[in-house]
């Protein structure tokens, strides 16, 4: 079946730091993927998507490309800011067993330290 | 546009009783999925609903239950709670078509 497997957390950085947040996955076909960002005490929100290889999908600053020949979607920000803490997940929506499903990865807690 | 409302946002209960949580999503989505959001398990999907079928269902034993009326308001209800079942139960909702979802407050559920 599909997957997503994401660095484990907390990643903790300084403000204004440089921030990657590996994401891999598996599946069959062309998935579309997505990160997705939650702040404590909210539900999920999209943060950015790519649905074809070699798309870049950008949002806030956030970047991530997607990359099929190495599986992976990782997210990366230049300069993060303390408003940026929050968990971050991975996700795919591809084909299973015969109908579109989302599966997303275990999340990635950033803590940004003024 | 108003987003996915979610009712209630918390609620506490105790083992042995059941539970309905309700999700009302976006004007025009018909597509609803229910997950379960726990520290130790990350998020979990639960099931889909789309024009009051399920369409998918998770890994979860038969007392999580869900349905879908014609407005495409859905409800899940646990029964037999069990300690295990405290969580955040997330709501999300899309379009027909669409690839994103959207996501509600969720309803924090808390087992004694």
């Known amino acids: 079946g599909n997957s997503v497997t994401q660095m484990e957390g907390p990643v903790t950085l300084s403000e204004e730091a440089f921030l990657t947040i590996n994401c891999t996955y598996t599946a069959t076909g062309y998935p579309s993927l997505f990160w997705y960002v939650q702040y404590p005490g909210e539900g999920l929100q999209l943060l950015l998507k790519?649905?074809?290889?070699?798309d870049k999908g950008s949002n806030k600053g956030f970047e991530a490309t997607y990359r099929k020949e190495t599986t992976s979607f990782h997210l990366e920000k230049g300069s993060v800011q303390v408003s940026d803490s929050a968990v971050y997940f991975c996700a795919l929506k591809g084909d299973s067993g015969g109908y579109q499903k989302v599966t997303f990865g275990t999340g990635t807690k950033l803590q940004v330290i003024p | 546009k108003a987003g996915v409302t979610q009712t209630p946002r918390y609620l506490i209960k105790t083992r042995g009783q059941q539970v309905t949580l309700s999700c009302s999503p976006i004007?025009?989505?018909?597509?609803v999925s229910w997950y379960q959001q726990t520290p130790g398990q990350g998020l979990q999907f639960l099931f889909e609903?789309?024009?009051?079928?399920?369409?998918n269902k998770g890994n979860f034993p038969g007392r999580f239950s869900g349905r879908q009326f014609s407005n495409s308001r859905s409800e899940m209800n646990v029964s037999t709670l069990e300690l295990g079942d405290s969580a955040l139960y997330l709501c999300?909702?899309?379009?027909?078509?669409?690839?994103?979802?959207?996501f509600g407050p969720g309803t924090r559920l808390t087992v004694l």
């Open positions: 004007s025009g989505h018909r597509s």
């Open positions: 999300a909702s899309s379009r027909t078509g669409g690839n994103e979802q959207f």
């Open positions: 790519a649905t074809k290889a070699d």
């Open positions: 609903y789309f024009s009051e079928t399920q369409r």
